[in-house]
T-cell receptor, first 112, second 113 residues
Framework: SQQGEEDPQALSIQEGENATMNCSYK?????LQWYRQNSGRGLVHLIL?????REKHSGRLRVTLDTSKKSSSLLITASRAADTASYFC????????????FGQGTTLQVKP | DARVTQTPRHKVTEMGQEVTMRCQPI?????VFWYRQTMMQGLELLAY????????DSGMPKDRFSAEMPDATLATLKIQPSEPRDSAVYFC???????????FGPGTRLTVT
């Protein structure tokens, strides 16, 4: 299976702290994406990092990619209660013609 | 603000009944995906289309599920006959062929009793 694995499965932090989530995958990728899902809602695209990139920033988000280790991390700095959600990594693999393989997700709770 | 729309948002039906879920992708998007989300299995890709042609439906139980795009503004997912194990949230997502981001609809929560 190409499905990625995320850890931790659940994370609980205080507002203002940083949150780090990790994603590992098994086969070579074109790109890796992170999505957020608030309870009862659809997924929202956060950031995309291509296989030839090592780090990308978007506001309070920082994503790193290590293709040699087949892993990625998502860092949310200065977390807010509104960041409480599930976060999924999704990988676009060679030969998959654009479809994404989603991980199981990390559930983040940010306490006020 | 362009969004993917899905109808119905909630559906409760009895085992054996036909269920049809509809999706309107974002105008100009040429790729449409159907996913199913459950606590046990997570997010599973059922089928996807590009320019209305089915590219991959290997994730779909063929005997009871069918997916179509009658036109560029409508995608449908049908289950006939429905079973209790089909209870899940079904998401439609759309994207443009030249980027890889997917835009998700709000989902249809299906309960089969």
């Amino acid at each position: 299976s190409q499905q990625g694995e995320e850890d931790p499965q659940a994370l609980s932090i205080q507002e203002g702290e940083n949150a780090t989530m990790n994603c590992s995958y098994k086969t070579s990728i074109n790109n890796l994406q992170w999505y957020r899902q608030n309870s009862g809602r659809g997924l929202v695209h956060l950031i995309l990092i291509r296989s030839n990139e090592r780090e990308k920033h978007s506001g309070r988000l920082r994503v790193t990619l290590d293709t040699s280790k087949k892993s990625s991390s998502l860092l949310i700095t200065a977390s807010r209660a509104a960041d409480t959600a599930s976060y999924f990594c999704a990988t676009d693999h060679f030969g998959n013609t654009g479809k994404l393989i989603f991980g199981q997700g990390t559930t983040l709770q940010v306490k006020p | 603000d362009a969004r993917v729309t899905q109808t119905p948002r909630h559906k409760v039906t009895e085992m054996g009944q036909e269920v049809t879920m509809r999706c309107q992708p974002i105008l100009g998007h040429n790729t449409v995906f159907w996913y199913r989300q459950t606590m046990m299995q997570g997010l599973e890709l059922l089928a996807y289309f590009r320019n209305r042609a089915p590219l991959d439906d290997s994730g779909m139980p063929k005997d009871r599920f069918s997916a179509e795009m009658p036109d560029a503004t409508l995608a449908t997912l049908k289950i006939q006959p429905s079973e209790p194990r089909d209870s899940a949230v079904y998401f439609c997502a759309s994207g443009r062929g030249d980027t890889y981001e997917q835009y998700f609809g709000p989902g249809t929560r299906l309960t089969v009793t």
